[in-house]
């Protein structure tokens, strides 16, 4: 697992360091370093500690978040593997807030450096289109993940995501994920894994669409 993990640092030339982990001396700079790689210097880079005052997000009670994560994540594959104080650890690297309705958690285009899991509430995932309209690509519930792609390949975000209803959500920004895989191997892996398998069924559902598509032209 070690090795995984310094095989997924490879990659990094010029390693910056979390606050965190530069006090314990740790070379910590897979993510960090990913988001200073971005290509699009145009596109608006948009952080959570920016968004949270943006959205007027307010803290959420830790343990009760937890054991809602924990709830709603564990029984996925992966993270089900896991014991629950080690659901209860991987929830300290997360944030819990609550946000409002009508606010726009994740702006379109812009690149970002979290991801959010929906603990209750509702959020539409918008395509906006270059007049201005919105089409509506879906609506993401409890357990629900939003911005997880930007979170791991610093791309630009492809929707806008707005809070339908009040929504309890928690927050996994680059540092914290950085801090997971480090500090905490086994959770981060099976975090990162959870992320790949629910990425893996979304790009089958988009295929399985596609395809339908074209076999009626």
């Known amino acids: 697992m070690k090795k995984l993990i310094e ?22 700079g897979f993510f960090s370093t990913m988001f200073q ?43 089900a593997t896991l014991e629950r104080d080690e659901l209860e ?20 285009d812009e690149q970002g450096d979290y991801m ?11 395509r906006v289109q270059p007049w201005g309209g919105r089409a509506r690509l879906a609506e ?8 997880e792609m ?3 390949d610093a791309g630009s975000r492809f929707s806008a995501c707005t809070t339908v209803t009040p929504c309890v959500l928690a927050v996994v920004d680059a540092q914290g994920l950085d801090r997971m895989i480090m500090q905490e191997p086994r959770l981060g892996l099976a975090l990162l894994a959870s992320l790949a398998r629910r990425l893996s069924l979304r790009l089958r559902q988009v295929s399985a669409r596609l395809s339908a598509l074209l076999s009626r032209s």
């Open 37 to 79: 790689e971005r290509s699009d210097e145009d596109a608006r880079f948009a952080t959570w500690a920016e968004r949270a005052r943006e959205v007027e997000a307010q803290p959420h009670d830790c343990a009760r978040g937890a054991a809602r994560f924990a709830e709603l994540w564990g029984v996925d594959r992966y993270v």
């Open 116 to 126: 959010l899991i929906v603990l209750d509430g509702t959020i539409a995932v918008d």
């Open 89 to 108: 650890r991987m929830a300290q690297y997360l944030e819990f807030v609550e946000v409002p309705a009508g606010k726009e958690v994740i702006g379109q």
């Open 7 to 28: 095989k997924l640092k490879g990659g990094a030339s010029t390693p910056s360091q979390p606050a965190s982990a530069a006090a314990s001396g740790e070379d910590s």
């Open 150 to 152: 930007s979170l791991l």
């Open 140 to 147: 993401a519930h409890a357990g629900d993940m939003l911005g």
